[in-house]
Nanobody
Framework: QVQLVESGGGLVQAGGSLRLSCAAS????????MGWFRQAPGKERVFAAA????????YYADSVKGRFTISRDNSKNTVYLQMNSLKPEDTAVYYC?????????????????????WGQGTQVTVSS
């Protein structure tokens, strides 16, 4: 399993920005699609964003499209989630995840069942 450690969460006012980081301790990082999911209190964990192993393709949930940007630095084994124009409804625990498969994927990697390793999560709270 890939070990993942998230950081960068916190409390921010609506309209503000945060950048989440996820550091991976695994030599296969540069060959894996990485994703960010979020879970609000009392709700299921849902897809937010994903980036393919090369960074050539990115995917976003409709709720964050245009406000969030996922990126990665394979030289640092790190994936990022830049979150701008934050809204109170973005409040959740954010989880970084590593895809089960290496390399090319057949379709958009939006299902949590596709990911085999998860970080511990980082809390993001957006006040109104």
């Amino acid at each position: 399993q890939v070990q993942l450690v998230e950081s960068g969460g916190g409390l921010v006012q609506a309209g503000g920005s945060l950048r989440l980081s996820c550091a991976a301790s695994d030599r296969t990082f540069s060959s894996r699609t990485m994703g960010w999911f979020r879970q609000a209190p009392g709700k299921e964990r849902v897809f937010a964003a994903a980036i393919t192993w090369s960074g050539g393709s990115t995917y976003y949930a409709d709720s964050v499209k245009g406000r969030f940007t996922i990126s990665r630095d394979n030289s640092k084994n790190t994936v990022y989630l830049q979150m701008n124009s934050l809204k109170p409804e973005d409040t959740a625990v954010y989880y970084c995840a590593a895809h089960r498969n290496l390399g090319f994927l057949a379709g958009p990697p939006k299902g949590p069942w596709e990911y085999g390793s998860w970080g511990q999560g980082t809390q993001v709270t957006v006040s109104s």
